[in-house]
């Protein structure tokens, strides 16, 4: 039996689609299931003499995301041509760019598991322009549909510092938490707004010596669970390859996979591809773009708490726990939301409680954020103090919240038109006291007798009281008042 | 009155007044081309019933006393290499030969909106690639002067048509010299404008770097007045320039003004070089801007001799990508039975290119490929920017920069097909002035033994056309060259 050990190595590419209100070098409308070849134009499919003119906003975004990932941003910055001749792309080449990105190195935080995160370093973020779409429909021919030509990409590579499917999962959904923040994506995963491809490969150490796997690079995954399990079956995968073969690692070659989404495989569709020959050159129809601070500056300023830096302050600062911390973050309406109504002067964890329990089930129910549901941050925090005060029960909080989502943002008019509010007048509660002593004298003399009994009958007489005022007694009072009368 | 002896603007201003009718300027223009088209074979389309219908609504619209435009009337043909909703757009390429834009290059946009009669779209050279017409991959345009000899390319159409009379002004493209060395050998005037003052959107692409679109006219004051039509900011171009950067000038205004103390610079050798009788004619030239009060400095540009390599570099790199998406996929001359989508490609293209612009494809793909990048487009680049620094510091010493157009007076159909190296020799006047993005013109300054036109080059800063043109009226304004017609009855055709 030989001694063993691997590890996972990955990187990852990924193409998130800018939510740009055009195209990423002309006029025409970003497309989603309208009509075949309904939203192009001269310029998005490469008709002669048709030049292309720079999106600003997907520049801008951009930017945003690379300030997001913590990239270097330079002040100089380039469009390239990369040429391959593919039906799809209409002028044979992609405008994108090639040794000047317009962010370099930078690394993402990573939540994991256990509460920690992780720093995976960003090699570099690129914009460039999507291509269309062959379709293939059995006739004799293929067609092309170019309405997604031309839509904005920014290209995301990371280096291989990622060592698990679960790394990588947990980095896809923290940057589509982070791209949904700074609102520069919808990161629609069903729209293709996400497309990842990893590079896999294992670093074997074997009776002491380290080997490594060839590297296989999959592609077009589309949705966090392909990915995860594409690495997970890559690395098994490559590893009774390894068993079998004893085959390493060559510099410079790499092999293409795809992922079969049906028997959860990964299927090889190219071996060694050579390194293709995309001949970049620097765009002569677009011109340099400068980023100077000015305009950096600006767009800092659109910056907001990323998602992961607002999970850890809820956890230090209201103590929630990481899981409730993650969940509340999810989405940044929902954080803001929760902000919010703490600072109206609800209580963090019956904030939290009250939205994981009862908001984020509501807001399911309607296909939107707990945002959305038509409640007051104001009016949520006023049934938070309501329950604190103890004027509401902890149950009656949460009926009065599902009521507060038909829109109605008045709590204590809930409560009383739903006679929730607990009995706080210690006069009537006193009658009831009295009434209910009166007609249990059993019961106090065993109270009086001490020993085991009293806690019971003490107990008993509770219950008498808070079912003779169906419920709505504030138990805290009506536990004074009798301890009171019953001279304890 | 013979109308066809006006120029553009002479005709304009008369047609505005109402004392001619544009539909009887367009029919004179109609009737020479029936006459002398079969001989000269300027044209790829005309657009006869069009241009009469158009002409008929701008006369209405003067006799109806309302505004129209700078052009108004004018028949002008352009170059068919830039799109037009109307006709072809064929670049001279069966690739194109029944490709029809959906749009209207800005040019022509600006020629329509000017209210200009555009009556028809000229040969050139496939994809603007050569210097004589001769591939075309449609036809054959024939020199007016001689019909022996090329037209001069890639431009030769326009040129050809201009010097025939066949349009009252035309516009050309100039990438290493297509307007100015068709001009030159056609015997008119053609101006290269300053990379980026006139918008390159809707010009099918060559060298994108380097493509500019310019005016072919009988005089300089017709090249400035459609400069007042062409020249400005484009939106839709990122590479035209901004008019709060450099601002576009009238450029008619003061065109008739000398410039004082005028300092001229010369490089004695380039003029050296040239053929005795242009040499004779361009130091005749300078002699006359001398005894205008001129200043001539002699002044070196030691990179020049580098332009040619630099330029079949860069620009057939570029090439190489623009001309990628001729495909046989989305549109233009696609092959009849392709086995898989790799033949749509390979067969399309092999059918469809001329031998030239393969050339120049396969020469730009080769310069871009991975190992070559560094040693070949880099290093042209490198080249490129020495270039420019020798017009900068020549441009400290002197206004502007006299030189032939082109080392020969026009050559003889056939002549040069057969080393393209030799042709591309021919452009080492012209060349460096589009690596630099400076503007210059070409005015006819003369004539050969053979009565063949001899053309002078005169380069200024970028920007300077306004004064470019006044430099170049100056010499017009002393000399007959440009008012001399080719005798096309007497033509020896064969
Ligand atoms: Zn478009």
Known sequence: MTNLDYKIIVGLEIHVQLATKTKMFCGCALSFGEDANSRVCPVCIGMPGALPVMNKQAVEFSLLAGLALNCEIPSFTKWDRKSYYYPDLPKNYQISQYDLPLNGTGFIEIPLEDGTSKRIRITRAHLEEDAGKNIHAGDAFSRVDLNRAGTPLLEIVTEPDLSSGTEVRALAIELQRIVRYLGISEADMQKGHMRFEPNINLAITKDGTEYRTPITEVKNLNSFRALQRSVEYEARRQLDEFIDTGKTMVMGNKSTYGWDDNRNVTVLQREKEEAHDYRYFPDPDLVPVEVDEKWLSKIKSRLCELPLQKQKRFVEQFGLSDYDAGVLTADKATAEFFDETVKAGAEAKRVCNLLTQIGLKLANEKNCSVAELGILPKALAKLCVMASEGQISASAAQTILVEMSGGENEPEKIAEEKNLLQKNDTGELEKIVDEVLANNPDAIAEVKAGGKKSKKASGFLMGQIIKATKGSANPQMAAKILSQKLGQ | ?494
Request: hydrophobic share 40%; net charge negative.
């Open chain 2, 1 to 494: 009155m013979d109308l066809l002896k006006l120029t553009c603007k002479e005709l304009r201003d008369k047609i505005a007044v109402g004392s001619i009718k544009s539909t009887d300027a367009t029919e004179a223009i109609f009737s020479q081309i029936e006459k002398h088209e079969p001989q000269i074979a300027a044209f790829i389309s005309t657009f006869k019933d069009d241009a009469l219908a158009k002409a008929k609504s701008i006369d209405e619209k003067i006799a109806a006393d309302e505004k129209s435009g700078l052009l108004a009337g004018v028949p002008i043909c352009v170059k068919d290499n830039m799109c037009t909703t109307f006709g072809p757009t064929s670049c001279a390429s069966k690739m194109l030969e029944n490709f029809h834009s959906p749009y209207n290059a800005t040019v022509v946009e600006k020629l329509l909106a000017a209210d200009a009669v555009i009556i028809g779209k000229a040969n050139l050279d496939e994809f603007a690639m050569g210097s004589s017409t001769e591939n075309s991959g449609l036809q054959q345009t024939f020199n007016p002067w001689d019909t022996r000899c090329v037209p001069g390319g890639s431009s030769g159409g326009s040129a050809a048509a201009m010097a025939t009379k066949m349009c009252f002004a035309a516009l050309g493209s100039d990438t290493g010299g297509s307007i100015r060395q068709p001009a030159s050998f056609c015997g008119v005037v053609g101006l290269k404008p300053t990379y980026g003052r006139v918008s390159r959107f809707g010009l099918v692409a060559y060298g994108s770097s380097l493509d500019q679109i310019g005016p072919i006219t009988s005089d300089v004051a017709d090249a400035a007045l459609m400069m007042n039509v062409i020249a400005g900011k484009d939106e839709n171009d990122s590479t035209s320039i901004d008019e709060k950067t450099v601002p576009v000038s009238d450029y008619l205004a003061g065109i008739e003004n000398d410039i004082d103390k005028l300092k001229i610079g010369i490089v004695p050798e380039f003029i050296a070089a040239a053929d005795p009788d242009v040499r004779n004619k361009i130091e005749e030239a300078i002699d006359c801007y001398r005894n205008a009060g001129s200043e001539i400095i002699e002044i070196k540009m030691p990179y020049f001799d580098y332009s040619i390599a630099a330029y079949y570099l860069l620009a057939t790199a570029e090439a190489s990508s623009n001309l990628a998406r001729y495909d046989g996929v989305h549109y233009g001359h696609r092959t009849d039975s392709p086995a898989d989508y790799v033949e749509v490609y390979s067969k399309s293209r092999n059918e469809a290119f001329g031998a030239e612009v393969k050339r120049r494809i396969m020469l730009g793909t080769y310069a871009l490929s991975s190992g070559y990048y560094d040693a070949y487009y880099l290093k042209a680049l490198k080249v490129r920017n020495l270039i420019r620094g020798d017009f900068t510091k020549a441009f400290e010493k002197c206004d502007c920069i006299m030189m032939p157009v082109s080392p020969t007076t026009a050559f003889k159909i056939g002549e040069k097909t057969a080393d393209p190296l030799q042709m591309y020799m021919a452009d080492i006047y012209t060349i460096a002035v589009n690596l630099a993005g400076v503007p210059a013109v070409s005015l006819p300054c003369g004539f050969d033994a053979n009565k063949l036109p001899i053309g002078l080059q005169i380069i200024a800063p970028a920007f300077e056309e306004a004064k470019l043109l006044r430099i170049a009226r100056m010499f017009e304004k002393r000399n007959d060259y440009h008012l001399e017609q080719p005798n096309l009855t007497t033509n020896k055709h064969e």
